[in-house]
C-alpha cells in the first residue's frame, strides 16, 4: 500500500522560511515524479512543484525563485524549501504520486503566513 506522510507545516510570518518533507513508503521511489501540490481554504487544488525521477524540476509561476523541490532517494523523501513566504502561500500542501496511473494523496500539512 501506497502511503505519503507529510510534515513541516507551521505558523511563519511573511518573509520567513519553512521545508516540508512528504516520506513515501509502498512504491519504488526512486523511479517516481513527486509533486508538491496545495490548497487554500474556498480554492482549488493547485500544482505548486513536481520533480522527475532524473531530478528535473518544474515550478508554478507563483512560487518561481521562491521554493525549491529536491529529492532523497536513499530517504525515499521528497522536500519543498519555502522561502520569501506570503500571506498568499497559506494553504494545506500535499505531496502526490502517481500509482498505476491513480494519483495517491498524503493527509496534507497546514502552512499559515502571517502578515
Known amino acids: 500500500q501506497v502511503q505519503l506522510v507529510e510534515s513541516g507545516g507551521d505558523l511563519v510570518q511573511a518573509g520567513g522560511s519553512l521545508r516540508l518533507s512528504c516520506v513515501v513508503s509502498?512504491?519504488?521511489?526512486?523511479?517516481?515524479?513527486m509533486r508538491w501540490y496545495r490548497q487554500a481554504p474556498g480554492k482549488q487544488r493547485e500544482l505548486v512543484a513536481g520533480i522527475t525521477s532524473g531530478g528535473s524540476e518544474n515550478y508554478s509561476d507563483s512560487v518561481k525563485g521562491r521554493f525549491t523541490i529536491s529529492r532523497d532517494n536513499a530517504k525515499n523523501t521528497v522536500y519543498l524549501q519555502m522561502n520569501s513566504l506570503k500571506p498568499e502561500d497559506t494553504a494545506v500542501y500535499y505531496c502526490?504520486?502517481?500509482?498505476?496511473?491513480?494519483?495517491?494523496w498524503g493527509q496534507g500539512t497546514q502552512v499559515t503566513v502571517s502578515s
Open positions: 502526490n504520486v502517481l500509482s498505476a496511473w491513480n494519483p495517491i
Open positions: 509502498g512504491i519504488i521511489f526512486r523511479i517516481k515524479t
